[in-house]
């Protein structure tokens, strides 16, 4: 999807992010200054109704299993 874009992979996760929920402040890793700059641009991307909606429906929580970390850890988050 985002090569039909001419976009990065990342650069489509961050757009997804960013515009899905605007109060959102995604701290995104960068080893270049390559890096950096498209995760600027990214942030000015507008992905239009029908590319969020394949983005939401695909990494809807509901496609989620398993739990975030081992069993013996879970307990640990409450702390």
Known sequence: ???NLGITS???ALAWLLQKQK???AIPGSKSI???RENIAASNLELDDEIMHLLDKTFDDSN???SRYPS???GELEK
């Open 1 to 3: 999807m985002s090569q």
């Open 10 to 12: 990342s650069q489509l």
């Open 23 to 25: 109060n959102l402040v």
């Open 34 to 36: 390559q890096h950096i």
């Open 64 to 66: 989620t299993y398993g």
């Open 72 to 74: 013996m850890l879970m």
